[in-house]
């Protein structure tokens, strides 16, 4: 009898279609797509036909392709690739793909410059940049993904080594079509599973000794504070980590009933409070004597327990991973633990050559969790490698408290995007290591409300305090509720968007090349990204200037008509934007024609299907989105268990329609009658407003919102069966006030700034706007940093210096109105023997967009061997000869 559980016995589909096969020689090739194509050699013509790690679906649908084949040499060709190959070992000279649409041709040893990276296994030790592996990505047009040393699966479903000495590469060929490259990786990897609608709320997590009681009345503290959650963990202590033996403590398996004397008592409680519950493991150490499960484990391994012989962990012997499920984690989730953290930091080797026992603990643990059949399975865990997008979600690591970590984490969350790996959960707030500060675990916990998983997690310590009230200071605390209520007002816009990364490989988060590969802005904004397909987010991720009271984003945005989410304000696209703002706000943007549903209630635990939605609508644009709804836990949506609600708007000149249609499919998930509050934003308040559901005129109660632009229109109940539409209209229907006055003044409110000169510049504000030179006799009483922001706005141009990425000194300047009286120098300086020297540069009017990336160099000796120090890179920018800012980028090693 097969020690291997059954839920790990899975059905592959490794073998390609037959007609989708070319061999040639010691080569063979399968057209997977007409984009993607596998490359193998081997001398002994091994070819591999089982599934690896990474690729378990190589039977697709047969693409068309024309082949011409002599005896030593081949030709492929399809609609976007032309491969040409002589025989031979694998080599620049005899093969070579090219990309029709752009003329590139790529051969083996080829060096992918240009690519656009993916993520990294973990950021422990880390703080700020880490470099990423290779993407999927890249400007180049190619990638290639080489399985080589994959492990395979043999005939149980069991991983073991593949026959060496051969090459197994994948070439993607997909030009800057990314998402199609991306959906054609998953589908023949694997696609991405539909997670539990709970994992989208906020998760609270700390290392810390709680007792039973500490822990409910925390819970309680939270209920009370109207601090909303739907995931509880309660890290290592849960169980036994002082020992009379040879463990640490760091592994176990037995419950500490000095803190938690009913566990069973806990865990009904956290249920009742509407939470999920998790235990931190550390599994490394096995099993020694001390635990509870210890004689039953022993057994199982065939060590007589009298000897007290640790029962070492080694999730590669199927007899082990058997045990280890069943006598260790299976009694738990009976008890009510909802899911595991597996927190394995213990190295890359097993007893499997070739295999990093992370990628077999995420594989089973995954599989176990939904053995079932029922419960969506899903895995807490640092990323594995290449087809860990079946295994969500992913634990980033023990990350540093500080703002080089949170800068890194908003672009290192979209890039992971670049390799199908959209679930991640950062410590929110930082795990150890810098200093407590309210301000950076504020703008964190903002960064969470735009991410994954929003996870707030810090290390053991008397000061590591991260709950909201610790910081004594009730500005902190509004902020942080409206920011955790807000991530739960999102939940319905947030689990659209996971069935949506189900059914399309499509992540929630999305670089902002996705959407726009031919626009230069898109690869030079990393603090941003596409959220979902109706959002633009760029959390600030810098500390508020001393001298101007606020935080500064750069922010770009595409071609077409942009609204701040929050303000309404109006934003032209196509164009860069400085964001300056307080504590509380996020830079969010919605695209005209967006619509994006809020839960109302957003104060409750728990993540259930609301009763109450607020559909948030972005006026002057065409747009549609379909609301997915389901039980929200097990896998009976595979059965078409669920529901869609569609809106959409249709605009016309001084017309605007909504419409929501009667929900599609099964019901039962929704209530029988939901509540909907509609908020147009960019309208005239004398818009006239006419209702009607099922064709019968109702009346509803409108008010609008004049500070924010928006309509707000009540009082519409639709049961589960009924259609709503919607119309406003009006002369002049749209409205974008001008608001650089509001602007320019509300940076003034929080200068630190002689009140006598904040006076004046707001009484001759007026004059300035028509000519911002009349700024000049203010300048000499402003920081640099008040300046620039008053110029910025006044002048729609600037410089900005983004770190903390794969080419990490950027510079991006812009001048969106062309002004020509704003100009610009780029250069470096470096100490030659002690002298400052310059060696390039080059100055001019700034243009509507540019960027400058110094090149990589060795510090220590000049390419004529000379000896130089620190060169430094910088930029500036002139107004008008009334400010100069400078910009000194970041050196770059080789």
Not at 326 to 351: A, C, I, T
Not at 631 to 648: H, K, M, P, Q, V
Request: proline residues 6%.
């Amino acid at each position: 009898m097969s020690a291997i559980l059954e839920p790990f016995k899975l059905e592959f589909m490794p073998l390609a279609a037959s007609d989708a096969v070319v061999q040639v020689g010691h080569a063979r090739f399968m057209v997977l797509t007409e984009r993607l194509i596998r490359l193998e050699y081997h001398p002994q013509d091994c070819f591999e036909d089982r599934a690896s790690q990474a690729f378990w679906y190589r039977h697709q649908p047969v693409p068309d392709f024309n082949v011409q084949l002599t005896e030593n040499s081949l030709e492929i060709e399809t609609a976007y690739l032309h491969l040409q190959y002589s025989g031979g070992d694998f080599s620049p000279e005899n093969l070579s793909i090219r990309l029709k649409g752009s003329g590139t041709v790529w051969r083996p040893g080829d060096v992918d410059e240009q690519n656009l990276r993916g993520t990294t296994r973990t950021l422990d030790f880390v703080n700020g940049y880490t470099p990423l592996q290779p993407g999927l990505m890249s400007r180049a047009g190619w990638s290639v993904l080489d399985d080589s040393a994959t492990l395979v699966f043999n005939a149980e479903s069991w991983l073991e080594p593949r026959e060496a000495g051969g090459i197994d590469w994948y070439f993607f060929g997909y030009g800057h079509d990314y998402k199609a490259c991306l959906q054609d990786y998953c589908r023949v990897s694997g696609k991405i599973p539909m997670i539990p609608r709970w994992v989208l709320g906020n998760w609270w997590s700390r290392y810390w000794h709680y007792s039973q009681d500490d822990l409910k009345a925390l819970l309680e503290d939270f209920e009370s504070h109207q601090l909303p959650f739907s995931v509880c963990i309660v890290d290592m202590d849960w169980h036994i980590t002082k020992t009379n033996n040879d463990s640490t403590g760091w592994t176990g398996y037995t419950w500490n009933r000095e803190l938690f004397p009913d566990p069973e008592g806990l865990i009904e409680f956290v249920h009742q409070k509407n939470l999920r519950v998790s235990l931190n493991l550390h599994p490394a150490e096995g099993i020694h004597d001390h635990e509870e499960q210890y004689p039953e484990m022993a057994q199982r391994v065939g060590i007589d327990p009298k000897t007290r012989q640790p029962v070492l962990f080694d999730i590669t012997n199927p007899v082990f991973a058997k045990a280890y499920f069943e006598v260790l984690h299976h009694p738990y989730e009976k008890m009510g633990v909802d899911f595991w953290w597996v927190d394995w930091q213990q190295g890359l080797k097993s007893r499997i050559p070739g295999l990093d026992p992370l990628w077999l603990i995420n594989h089973l643990h995954f599989y176990d969790l939904g053995r079932d059949g029922v419960r969506r399975p899903f895995i807490f865990s640092r990323w594995g490698n290449e087809g860990h997008q079946r295994y969500p979600i992913g634990f980033s690591g023990d990350s540093y408290t500080t703002w080089d970590s949170l800068r890194f984490q908003s672009y290192m969350t979209a890039t992971s995007t670049n390799i199908a790996y959209g679930w991640w959960s950062h410590d929110i707030g930082g795990h150890t290591s810098g200093m407590e500060d309210p301000e950076l675990f504020t703008r964190w916990v903002q960064l969470g409300v735009f991410s994954p998983i929003n996870r707030i997690h810090v290390t053991k310590g008397l000061f590591y305090d991260r709950r909201p009230w610790a910081f004594e200071d009730a500005e902190v605390l509004r902020v942080l509720r409206e920011a955790m209520q807000l991530r739960h007002a999102f939940l319905p816009y947030l689990y659209t968007m996971a069935w949506r990364g189900h059914r399309d490989s499509l992540p929630l988060i999305e670089p902002m090349y996705y959407d726009y590969p031919e626009a230069e802005a898109a690869y030079n904004c990393p603090q941003q990204y596409l959220f979902g397909t109706e959002l633009i987010a760029a959390p600030f991720v810098n500390p508020a200037d001393p001298e101007t009271g606020l935080s500064r984003q750069v922010v770009w945005l595409p071609k077409g008509d942009w609204y701040n989410f929050f303000t309404g304000e109006h934003f032209t696209g196509d164009c860069w934007h400085s964001v300056y703002g307080t504590l509380g706000d996020i830079p969010l943007f919605a695209k005209a024609g967006a619509i994006v549903p809020l839960a109302g209630q957003a104060e409750r635990n728990g993540a259930d299907n609301p009763d109450e939605l607020n559909i948030h609508i972005f006026a002057g644009a065409d747009g549609a989105f379909t609301l997915y709804e389901d039980d929200g836990e097990t896998t009976a949506y595979l059965n078409r268990d669920s529901c869609e609600t569609t809106f959409s708007q249709t605009w016309r000149e001084n017309r605007l329609e909504f419409m929501i249609d009667a929900p599609k499919g099964y019901g039962a998930f929704i209530p029988q009658k939901r509540a909907f509050s509609l908020y147009i934003h960019g309208v005239r308040e004398s818009a006239v407003v006419m209702a009607q559901v099922n064709g019968s005129k109702i009346a509803v109660t409108t008010h609008y919102d004049a500070p924010i632009e928006t309509l707000h229109i009540s009082g519409i109940q639709l049961d589960n069966r009924s259609s709503l539409v919607v119309s406003v209209q009006g002369e002049n229907l749209l409205s974008r006030r001008d608001r650089k006055a509001e602007t320019i003044l509300r940076l003034l409110k929080f200068f630190k700034l002689h009140t006598g000169v904040r006076n004046r510049l707001a009484e001759n504000l007026e004059a300035i706007l028509t000519d911002p030179a009349k700024i000049a006799p203010y300048v000499i009483a402003m920081s640099e940093a008040q300046a620039r922001a008053l110029f910025e706005v006044l002048y729609e141009a600037g410089l900005h210096y983004v770190g903390d990425t794969h080419h990490p000194t950027l510079v991006v300047m812009w001048n969106n109105k062309a002004d020509e009286n704003i100009t610009y120098r780029y250069g470096d300086a470096y100490l030659y023997f002690g002298s400052v020297q310059s060696a390039n540069h080059t100055n001019g009017v700034v243009p509507r967009f540019t960027t400058f990336v110094p090149p990589v160099r060795n510090w220590s000796h000049g390419a004529e061997g000379e000896h130089v120090h620190r060169t430094q890179w910088y930029a500036q920018v002139d107004y008008h000869n009334l400010l100069t800012v400078i910009e000194q980028c970041r050196e770059i090693s080789p």
